[in-house]
C-alpha cells in the first residue's frame, strides 16, 4: 500500500506539478533513474492515463486544412471551441506574438499595422533579447481621426522598437491627404522618401484585417457606398478587395500614404492575425488573395473560413 501511494505521489509530482525527475529524486531522496522507473510503473499499473483529446487533434487538422485550401506557409489555430470572446482574443493574439518572437532576429526589417489586435499581439512580446539592428518601418501614415491612439501603427511601431532595442523609421504623415496634388508633395520631403525606399526592405509584417464597417469613420458615405458597389469587403495595408481576393482598383489610393502593393509579393513572411468572427468575409477575400502567407486564428473562425470556402454557408 505504501508502495503504491509513493508511487502515487511520484505521479503527481510529475503530471500535476510539473516537477523534473531531478527535482522529485532530490525531494524523497532517491536517484533519478529510480524516479523514471516510478513513473513508468504508475503507467503500467494504470495509475496515470494520457489522452490526447479529440479536440485538440481536431485543431492541428484544421491548420493543415487552411494551408492546403489557401497555399500558405503557416497556419496557427489557438484552441476556442469552449471559449469565451475575450479569452478567444488573448489566446489568438498570444499565439501570434509568441510566433514573432520566433522568427525574428538581428536581420529583420518589421512593419506592423494599426489596430487592436496588433498592438494586443505586441504587448504579449516577450523578446528573448534585444536586436539592435533590426529595423521597424512604418509602412502607412497615422489616421488623424482614430479613437485610440495606443491602436495607431506609429505608437505599435514604437513599441516594438523599444522592446527590441532597435531602429524605427517612422512616417510622421497622414493616412489619408485631401488630394492627390497634397500626396505628391509630402511623398517629395527627403524624410518621407527615405521611409518609403526603406519600406521596400520590410522582410517581415504583421496585420490585422479592416471591413468596411471600420472605414465608415474614416470615409464619407459616398466613397463606402462605391467601395460596396464594386464588391469590397475588407481592407489590409490600405487596398480594399472583394470576397475573391482581387484588389477593387480605387482613386483613394492616390490620396493613401501606403506601401506600393509589391508588397503582398515582396514581403517574405506576411502574417494575418484574426478573430473576430464578424470579420469571416474578410478573412476569407485575404486568404484567396494572396496578401498573407501566414495566418494565426482561433478554431471557432477557422471552421467558418473552411465553410464558407466551401459553399456550406452564405458568403
Known amino acids: ?10 505521479a503527481r509530482m510529475y503530471y500535476e506539478q510539473d516537477m523534473t525527475q531531478q ?3 532530490e525531494k524523497i531522496y532517491v536517484s533519478r533513474s529510480r524516479v523514471s522507473r516510478m513513473i513508468k510503473k504508475a503507467k503500467a499499473l494504470g495509475l496515470v492515463e494520457i489522452i490526447i483529446k479529440p ?43 509568441s510566433y514573432l518572437a520566433s522568427i525574428l532576429d538581428n536581420n529583420s526589417v518589421l512593419a506592423v499595422s494599426k489596430g487592436k489586435t496588433v498592438a494586443t499581439s505586441v504587448e504579449s512580446l516577450k523578446p528573448p533579447r534585444t536586436y539592435p539592428d533590426m529595423r521597424v518601418v512604418q509602412l502607412t501614415g497615422s489616421l488623424e481621426s482614430i479613437s485610440n491612439p495606443n491602436i495607431d501603427e506609429m505608437y505599435i511601431a514604437q513599441r516594438v522598437a523599444t522592446l527590441y532595442g532597435c531602429k524605427l523609421k517612422r512616417l510622421l504623415v497622414p493616412y489619408l491627404m485631401d488630394d492627390e496634388e497634397s500626396k505628391r508633395l509630402i511623398c ?17 509584417f504583421i496585420s490585422g484585417v479592416d471591413t468596411l464597417l471600420y472605414w465608415a469613420d474614416h470615409l464619407n458615405e459616398k466613397e463606402i457606398n462605391v467601395l460596396m458597389k464594386q464588391g ?3 481592407c489590409m495595408w490600405g487596398y480594399f478587395f472583394d470576397i475573391n481576393g482581387n484588389i477593387i482598383e480605387s ?8 506601401p506600393d502593393r509589391r508588397v503582398f509579393e515582396t514581403v517574405d513572411t506576411r502574417i ?13 477575400g485575404v486568404l484567396r488573395s494572396g496578401m498573407c502567407n501566414v495566418l494565426v486564428t482561433s ?3 477557422a471552421n467558418q473560413l473552411l465553410a464558407l470556402d466551401s459553399g456550406d454557408q452564405e458568403v
Open 1 to 10: 500500500m505504501q508502495d503504491l501511494e509513493l508511487l502515487l505521489e511520484v
Open 23 to 25: 527535482e522529485i529524486a
Open 55 to 97: 479536440s485538440f487533434e481536431n485543431h492541428f487538422s484544421l491548420e493543415r486544412m487552411l494551408m492546403d485550401r489557401f497555399g500558405l506557409k503557416k497556419v496557427l489555430v489557438a484552441y476556442s471551441e469552449s471559449s469565451g470572446i475575450q479569452e478567444e482574443f488573448q489566446s489568438v493574439c498570444s499565439m501570434g506574438a
Open 188 to 204: 517629395k520631403r527627403t524624410m518621407t522618401m527615405d521611409v518609403i525606399r526603406q519600406s521596400g526592405e520590410v522582410n517581415t
Open 232 to 234: 469590397a469587403v475588407g
Open 251 to 258: 482613386p483613394l489610393y492616390d490620396r493613401m500614404i501606403i
Open 272 to 284: 494575418c492575425i484574426a478573430c473576430d468572427r464578424f470579420k469571416a468575409r474578410a478573412i476569407l
Open 299 to 301: 478554431s471557432k473562425i
